[in-house]
C-alpha cells in the first residue's frame, strides 16, 4: 500500500468515527454504512461501530495487517 493510499485510508476512517458519534436512530447508522462502505469495507465498519478505537484500526493500516 503507498503513503498517499494510506494517507487517504486514515482520514476516511477518522471521517467514519466522527460522523459515527452524531447517529441516533438505525435509518442514520444504514446512510452512515452506505456512504462509507465501499472505501472502508465492513470489516473495518463494523469494528467502528463495536467500539474499537480509531487508533488500533490506524496502526492496523500502517502495519497492513488489516483488510
Given at each position: 500500500?503507498?503513503?498517499?493510499?494510506?494517507?487517504?485510508?486514515?482520514?476516511?476512517?477518522?471521517?467514519?468515527?466522527?460522523?459515527?458519534?452524531?447517529?441516533?436512530?438505525?435509518?442514520?447508522?444504514?446512510?452512515?454504512?452506505?456512504?462509507?462502505?465501499?472505501?472502508?469495507g465492513?470489516?473495518?465498519?463494523?469494528r467502528?461501530?463495536?467500539?474499537?478505537?480509531?487508533?488500533?484500526?490506524?496502526?492496523?493500516?500502517?502495519?497492513g495487517?488489516?483488510?
Amino acid at each position: 500500500m503507498t503513503n498517499e493510499s494510506t494517507l487517504d485510508l486514515e482520514e476516511q476512517i477518522e471521517a467514519a468515527a466522527d460522523g459515527l458519534k452524531d447517529l441516533e436512530t438505525a435509518d442514520d447508522v444504514r446512510r452512515w454504512w452506505r456512504s462509507y462502505y465501499t472505501k472502508l469495507g465492513h470489516r473495518r465498519l463494523g469494528r467502528l461501530l463495536l467500539g474499537q478505537s480509531v487508533d488500533r484500526l490506524l496502526e492496523q493500516v500502517q502495519r497492513g495487517t488489516a483488510e
